[in-house]
């Protein structure tokens, strides 16, 4: 089956391609499509990204695509930086964990409860299948490991003994993180 992963960004990228290893797929991604034009998140929620983004894809490619869209959410912000998460600072991720740092400072680790939330969609442009997870931590008072990307270095699991994602190896972290999870509800469907 061909299936197009509709993701410029180079972390999911590697995730998805590793979670899909053993299904017989034939993977295309916005790598493969130098200058294509990104969708707009415009969506309220992350999984109406995630819709917006496969079901576009999916038309544009006349065959099934896959989206990702995913974030962090953290209690004392409200639920934010919630589907704004990749863009929250205007500084990419360096930028976002500082900001996260600023916004939390001083807040002991019972505040600092968060939740990585991560919605795929699959869809061939006339059906569609989501699915939602989500991955309980905390978040660290620095950052902590070189692995991950995005607010990993500062996003604490219990299951890891209060270790960053990271930390983590890349094992681990596909056996808990958010993304693994819903994808593991996706995969019988595919």
């Known amino acids: 089956m061909k299936l197009f992963f509709a993701t410029a960004n180079a972390g999911k990228l590697r995730e998805l391609r590793e979670l899909s290893q053993g299904l017989p797929l034939e993977i295309a991604s916005l790598g493969d499509r130098p200058g294509a034009a990104q969708v707009d998140e415009t969506g309220d929620s992350f999984a109406a990204n995630a819709i917006?983004?496969?079901?576009?894809?999916?038309?544009?490619?006349?065959?099934?695509?896959?989206?990702?869209?995913?974030?962090?959410?953290?209690?004392?912000?409200?639920?934010?930086?919630?589907?704004?998460?990749?863009?929250?600072?205007?500084?990419?991720?360096?930028?976002?964990?500082?900001?996260?740092?600023r916004e939390l400072a001083g807040q002991p680790p019972e505040r600092r409860g968060a939740e990585y939330r991560c919605a795929l969609a699959l869809s061939d442009g006339k059906d569609s299948y989501l699915v939602e997870a989500l991955c309980r931590?905390?978040?660290?008072?620095?950052?902590?490991?070189?692995?991950?990307?995005?607010?990993?270095?500062?996003?604490?699991?219990?299951?890891?003994?209060?270790?960053?994602?990271?930390?983590?190896?890349?094992?681990?972290?596909?056996?808990?993180?958010h993304r693994a999870q819903a994808f593991r509800q996706l995969r019988p469907i595919l």
Request: glycine content about 20%; some cysteine; overall charge neutral.
């Open 52 to 101: 917006l983004k496969a079901e576009a894809w999916a038309r544009r490619e006349g065959g099934w695509a896959l989206a990702d869209d995913s974030g962090l959410c953290v209690d004392a912000l409200g639920g934010g930086p919630g589907v704004r998460s990749a863009r929250w600072s205007g500084g990419g991720d360096s930028g976002n964990n500082a900001r996260l740092l």
């Open 137 to 177: 931590g905390r978040i660290a008072a620095a950052p902590r490991g070189s692995g991950g990307f995005g607010y990993d270095p500062l996003f604490e699991v219990g299951e890891l003994g209060w270790r960053t994602f990271g930390e983590a190896s890349p094992q681990e972290k596909a056996r808990l993180s």
